[in-house]
């Protein structure tokens, strides 16, 4: 059962960028389809993007296309989410995931396994 885990959140103001980590352990990333999730308090987990087992897909949010960018490296066991320009209403904890089945999906229930989190802060 492979384990996740992200790092690089933190504290960054509007127009700033981030660029999150997503480590695994446990078993092979190349295995998986990979997704980025996040979720603000009081609100639902949502869909940020997602990346296929070779890195050759993507799909992403309407609400971060053209800002984040997901890539991966399966030699390290690594996938990334890289942000620019960032929005307060991008403040959220961000996770990343891992699918078994498929790729691409937006339903957070297709991605069995998940790392505990990073914070993202976006001040105005």
């Known amino acids: 059962q492979v384990q996740l885990v992200e790092s690089g959140g933190g504290l960054v103001q509007a127009g700033g960028s981030l660029r999150l980590s997503c480590v695994g352990s446990?078993?092979?990333?190349?295995?998986?389809?990979m997704g980025w999730f996040r979720q603000a308090p009081g609100k639902e987990r949502e869909f940020v993007g997602a990346i296929s087992r070779s890195g050759g897909r993507t799909n992403y949010a309407d609400s971060v296309k053209g800002r984040f960018t997901i890539s991966r490296d399966n030699a390290k066991n690594t996938v990334a989410l890289q942000m620019n320009s960032l929005k307060p209403e991008d403040t959220a904890v961000y996770y990343c995931?891992?699918?078994?089945?498929?790729?691409?999906?937006?339903?957070?229930?297709?991605?069995?396994?998940w790392g505990q989190g990073t914070q993202v802060t976006v001040s105005s």
């Open positions: 995931a891992a699918a078994i089945l498929g790729w691409g999906t937006s339903s957070w229930n297709d991605y069995p396994y």
């Open positions: 446990g078993g092979r990333l190349s295995n998986y389809a």
